[in-house]
Nanobody, 127 residues
Framework: LHVVESGGGLVQPGGSLRLSCVAS????????TGWFRQAPGKEREGVSCISTTGITVEYADSVKTRFVISRNPLKNMVYLQISDMKPEDTAIYYC?????????????????????WGQGTQVTVSS
């Protein structure tokens, strides 16, 4: 059981990307889903999460005006739309499922609470 991230690439500052996360072997809609990123030399940090039905979404303060998380249950996917990209967005982006959380909430503060990690997708913001 795992997820596969895609959609990363090299983008100029101010540009946009849409990252995709598809589940393999399980129904992603069953669990709150989070997006995380890890820049070189830094710890993995949460940037956004979405509850099972999508009613609840959360964002890190550093990204809340530029990132939009959404879910497509028909495709078993979760997306992260990133706009007005900045060099500090450069990182490997991961998604994962919070298999222990119940109810219509999500919380990305502790990556250790998440499971079914993928290999990530590299995002580089540079001119």
């Amino acid at each position: 059981l795992h997820v596969v991230e895609s959609g990363g690439g090299l983008v100029q500052p101010g540009g946009s990307l849409r990252l995709s996360c598809v589940a393999s072997g399980f129904n992603l809609e069953t669990y709150p889903t989070g997006w995380f990123r890890q820049a070189p030399g830094k710890e993995r940090e949460g940037v956004s999460c979405i509850s099972t039905t999508g009613i609840t979404v959360e964002y890190a303060d550093s990204v809340k005006t530029r990132f939009v998380i959404s879910r497509n249950p028909l495709k078993n996917m979760v997306y992260l739309q990133i706009s007005d990209m900045k060099p500090e967005d450069t990182a490997i982006y991961y998604c994962a499922a919070d298999i222990s959380r119940k109810g219509e909430t999500c919380d990305f503060s502790d990556p250790a609470e998440y499971s079914y990690w993928g290999q990530g997708t590299q995002v580089t913001v540079s001119s």
